[in-house]
């Protein structure tokens, strides 16, 4: 069987959680499929101009056309997706053509639901997030917004079958787009790579993990809370910065936050974190992207790892903190329910939300206030924390491999076939 996979993100340009997804599922598919493998961000493979001597010949990578540059961000995006419906649509040297196409957020899904139609394949397409409920793209995407809107829509509905990262995430895509036929839509979660993302033990490993920590400031005999995400509206990162301002004044706040949507929620968090840094010590932001073993480094520092998300199909990075053994104070809203077991591997965060597909809190203060209590208790007690952090390592070794994904797409794959 060949699949190809329609993605935005992919090696070297991964920035989120759905590229840490193809690229996990991708490799285990491998081991029994035929995966090709388009993405964004220029070529990947020898066979294209410009590309790196020794790069991944299963993977091809497009530019946006030249004469969409400096469009709207968005009709960018459908430049590079009719690129894709092209590449999907050749047959290579080995003469074989696609049987499926796979596409991953609204970035691709187009190009998937495109190269469908023109190859008289089934379409399947995995939700990690959907546009009607982050409407604070708009502030990025300008009219843009309902271009992004409008794709997303036009491949659900005629998608052959939709993925959902959760059971929340299913609902959402159910309500967001009830013309979608709901024995179509199937659950599958994310997953994790646990030869990757686990403690270090060894003499060298924690040498280097502790030069790491002292490099970029990092106490780690103080109770920590991490946070690792992108400034965007659904991480909820300016709740959490207010959260800290109530905890003890021992703990230490590390930030692993860059690539902000606009500069209007940047300058917002930058006057967070000074008011924050004029009220305590140990405020600790570190804006650049950290390769893997950097932030396995600053998780293995933590004491408790903070989702303060207000929007969150599953989480991503709850898996990686869990699978480093370190408990979760997470948003209870989403797909987090599904990752954090209350009292067992963290604490959830109760949040009543506006219905208005931004997530605000009902309550935010109320919120703020929460989200300080819980990660205070498990900051006040690092042995009860520390046995959390256990028993989230053993739910993700459980739970969450990319074997078993792998697996249930496949099935998935086959259901459409036929």
Not at 72 to 89: P, R
Not at 313 to 335: F, K
Request: charged share 20%; glycine share 10%.
């Amino acid at each position: 069987m060949r699949v190809d996979l329609l993605t935005r993100e992919y090696p070297p340009h991964v920035y989120g959680g759905a590229g840490v997804h193809v690229v996990g599922l991708t490799e285990v598919l491998r081991r029994t499929l035929d995966v090709r493998v388009h993405c964004f961000d220029g070529p990947r493979t020898g066979a294209d101009e410009g590309a790196d001597e020794g790069a991944d010949e299963g993977v091809v990578g497009y530019d946006v056309p030249p004469g969409l540059a400096g469009a709207n961000a968005a009709l960018g995006t459908f430049g590079v997706d009719l690129e894709m419906v092209a590449g999907v649509a050749a047959v290579g040297a080995d003469g074989v053509a696609t049987d499926l196409v796979h596409s991953h957020t609204w970035y691709a899904n187009l190009a998937g639901h495109l190269a469908g139609l023109l190859q008289g394949v089934p379409h399947v397409l995995t939700a990690h997030s959907l546009e009607p409920l982050r409407p604070w793209k708009a502030e990025q995407l300008g009219g843009g917004y309902a271009l992004s809107s409008w794709a997303e829509r036009t491949a659900y509905v005629g998608a052959a079958s939709v993925i959902a990262v959760s059971a929340g995430m299913r609902e959402d895509i159910l309500r967001a787009y009830p013309e979608v036929d709901p024995a179509k839509v199937h659950v599958v979660h994310n997953g994790i790579d646990l030869d990757l993302w686990r403690r270090p033990t060894s003499p060298e490993d924690l040498e280097r993990d502790a030069a790491t920590q002292a490099r970029l400031g990092i106490d780690p005999d103080r109770p920590t809370v991490v946070f690792v995400g992108r400034i965007t509206r659904q991480k909820g990162l300016p709740y959490l910065l207010r959260a800290c301002e109530q905890l003890p004044p021992e703990v230490q706040v590390v930030l692993c936050a860059g690539a902000p949507d606009t500069p209007e929620i940047l300058a917002e968090v930058e006057g967070l974190v000074a008011g924050l840094r004029e009220r305590r010590s140990g405020v600790v932001w570190i804006r650049e992207m950290l390769p893997r073993e950097q932030v396995v480094a600053v998780l293995s520092a933590a004491t408790v790892f903070a989702c303060p998300s207000v929007y969150e199909p599953l989480g991503i990075v709850n898996l990686e903190a869990m699978a480093v053994g370190v408990p979760v104070v997470g948003t209870a809203t989403g797909g987090i329910p599904e990752v954090v077991v209350d009292g067992e591997t963290g604490w959830l965060v109760p949040i009543d939300q506006v219905q208005d597909g931004t997530g605000t809190p009902t309550d935010p203060d109320r919120f703020v206030a929460d989200v300080a209590a819980a990660l205070t208790t498990a900051c006040a007690d690092r042995e009860r924390a520390a046995a959390f952090g256990a028993a989230s390592r053993r739910r993700v070794e459980e739970h969450f491999t990319w074997e078993a994904v792998a697996a249930r797409t496949v099935e998935v794959y086959r259901s459409v076939l036929g």
